[in-house]
Nanobody, 123 residues
């Protein structure tokens, strides 16, 4: 399974961006997908953002109500619509996938990763 993330960029606070993650290999409809992020300023590990498996979605408290994760099985693509962006959302965003879905959304449960796309939110 290969993942290709895109859509990052520079946006002002309050603005919006949509990230995409194109997936090749595997049976996309059976793959659980997620987004994680890593801050370049704090250097912390992978922070969970959102996950989607089947028809179920999970969000971190920090993005709930502002971000929406969706998938298009016909296009083998996952999306992250980000609204009301804040400077604290600045990070490299990674899409991730696993073929053995579970309720655990820890980054260690995801086997496949995209290359990351940088989102910068200016104040």
């Amino acid at each position: 399974v290969q993942l290709q993330a895109s859509g990052g960029g520079l946006v002002q606070a309050g603005g919006s961006l949509t990230l995409s993650c194109a997936v090749s290999g595997g049976i996309f409809s059976e793959i659980a997908m997620a987004w994680f992020r890593r801050s370049q300023t704090t250097g912390e590990g992978y922070e969970f953002v959102a996950a989607i498996s089947g028809g179920r979605t999970i969000y971190s408290d920090s993005v709930k109500g502002r971000f929406t994760i969706t998938r298009d099985n016909a296009k083998n693509t996952e999306y992250l619509q980000m609204n009301s962006l804040e400077p604290d959302d600045t990070a490299v965003y990674y899409c991730a996938a696993k073929t053995a879905p579970s309720d655990d959304v820890g980054y260690w449960t995801y086997r496949y990763w995209g290359q990351g796309t940088l989102v910068t939110v200016s104040s």
